[in-house]
């Protein structure tokens, strides 16, 4: 039996690496790790097994294709990275662009 690894939490500030934001992102407020720019909602794969881990080697942007919505979690963010293809999902936080989500929600998913 597999069994899942307590998250991580390292909660840092960033610079975007999206070359269309590049805005200075702070740590989250909302009690745990910042995974995503609050401004455009691209992510970087820096994750390979638990939220947090930053154990992933990829490293490449990984774009926003749309949210779900979860009874527990509530919206979460559908990520998939440019490079390898892996698609994660993220909580969003109090802090993110709302208009933005709101255009993913409109994004049929497969």
């Not at 990984?62 to 990275?81: F, Q, T």
Request: glycine share 6%; charged share 30%.
């Amino acid at each position: 039996m597999h069994l899942r690894k307590n998250p991580i939490t390292i909660n840092k500030g960033f610079t975007c690496k999206n070359p269309k934001c590049k805005k200075r992102v702070k740590p989250s407020v909302d009690g745990s790790c910042r995974n995503h720019c609050p401004y455009c909602l691209w992510s970087l794969h820096v994750d390979q097994e638990v939220p947090g881990d930053r154990a992933s080697e990829c490293g490449a942007l990984m774009a926003p294709v749309g949210i779900e919505i979860d009874k527990k979690k509530g919206i979460r963010l559908i990520h998939v990275c440019m490079e390898c293809g892996r698609k994660a999902f993220n909580r969003s936080a109090s802090d993110d662009n709302y208009d933005l989500i709101c255009q993913l929600s409109r994004i049929p998913q497969e």
